[in-house]
């Protein structure tokens, strides 16, 4: 079974500065996808950024970039000039391909400080 | 186009008493699955439909069941609640089985006392 590991339950980071948030997961298969999820307290759960484990090359989505390690099982988050509005906890996830389970880290409390 | 909307918001039912939570996916998206989310043990998948057929279940007992309609609307019942299936339950939705984006709904809050 895959497991997914989040060894920081609460970060804080000052507004415009730059945070990691570290995820590793373990699995024996060679074909999945990696997500991180923010979920505000509004309660839903936000596709932050996806990364293809085929793929080499480490997802971008504007503020927010992964550091996709294969071999290692590592998938951290990089959150770069941050904004109050990014304050919510954030959810490593692993799901097979082909499968639509996800299995979900137990999260990171992310405080912004002003 | 609207998102994932689930019924009710929330919910406070009697230990024993039986639940259905219902879930309307996006248009268009044919899989539907469902989590719980508590405190203690995060977020654990419950089951996946497609088509109106269970593709997947977790580890949760035999109280905890599910189903699709031919619309892709899905509800989950839970019966003789118990107070630890106190939690929120999160419905995803998404185009097909294998989806790279599966698309959250705002959740049930169930309180059971």
Same mark, same amino acid.
């Given at each position: 079974?895959? =497991?997914?590991?989040?060894?920081?339950?609460?970060?804080?980071?000052?507004?415009?500065? =730059?945070?990691?948030?570290?995820? =590793?997961?373990?699995?024996?298969?060679?074909?999945?996808?990696?997500?991180?999820?923010?979920?505000?307290?509004?309660?839903?759960?936000?596709?932050?950024?996806?990364?293809?484990?085929?793929?080499?090359?480490?997802? =971008?989505?504007?503020?927010?970039?992964?550091?996709?390690?294969?071999?290692?099982?590592?998938?951290?988050?990089?959150?770069?000039?941050?904004?109050?509005?990014?304050?919510?906890?954030?959810?490593?996830?692993?799901?097979?391909?082909?499968?639509?389970?996800?299995?979900?880290?137990?999260?990171?409390?992310?405080?912004?400080?002003? | 186009?609207? /998102?994932?909307?689930?019924?009710?918001?929330?919910?406070?039912?009697?230990? /024993?008493?039986?639940?259905?939570?219902?879930?309307?996916?996006?248009? /268009?998206?044919?899989?539907?699955?469902?989590?719980?989310?508590?405190?203690?043990?995060?977020?654990?998948?419950?089951?996946?439909?497609?088509? *109106?057929?269970?593709?997947?279940?977790?580890?949760?007992?035999?109280?905890?069941?599910?189903?699709?309609?031919?619309?892709?609307?899905?509800?989950?019942?839970?019966?003789?609640? *118990?107070?630890?299936?106190?939690?929120?339950?999160?419905?995803?939705?998404?185009?097909?089985?294998?989806?790279?984006?599966?698309?959250?709904?705002?959740?049930?809050?169930?309180?059971?006392?």
């Amino acid at each position: 079974a895959q =497991t997914v590991t989040q060894s920081q339950p609460e970060m804080s980071v000052q507004e415009a500065e =730059t945070v990691t948030l570290s995820c =590793t997961y373990d699995t024996s298969e060679s074909d999945y996808y990696l997500f991180w999820y923010k979920q505000p307290p509004s309660r839903q759960m936000i596709l932050v950024i996806r990364q293809e484990a085929y793929k080499q090359q480490n997802a =971008t989505e504007n503020r927010f970039s992964v550091n996709f390690q294969k071999a290692a099982k590592s998938f951290s988050l990089k959150i770069s000039d941050s904004q109050l509005g990014d304050a919510a906890m954030y959810f490593c996830a692993y799901r097979n391909r082909g499968s639509e389970k996800l299995v979900f880290g137990k999260g990171t409390k992310l405080t912004v400080n002003p | 186009k609207a /998102g994932v909307t689930q019924t009710p918001r929330y919910l406070i039912k009697t230990r /024993g008493q039986q639940v259905t939570l219902s879930c309307s996916p996006i248009s /268009g998206h044919r899989s539907v699955s469902w989590y719980q989310q508590t405190p203690g043990q995060g977020l654990q998948f419950l089951f996946e439909y497609f088509s *109106e057929t269970q593709r997947n279940k977790g580890n949760f007992p035999g109280r905890f069941s599910g189903r699709q309609f031919s619309n892709s609307r899905s509800e989950m019942n839970v019966s003789t609640l *118990e107070l630890g299936d106190s939690a929120l339950y999160l419905c995803a939705s998404s185009l097909r089985t294998g989806s790279t984006e599966a698309f959250f709904g705002q959740g049930t809050r169930l309180t059971v006392v």
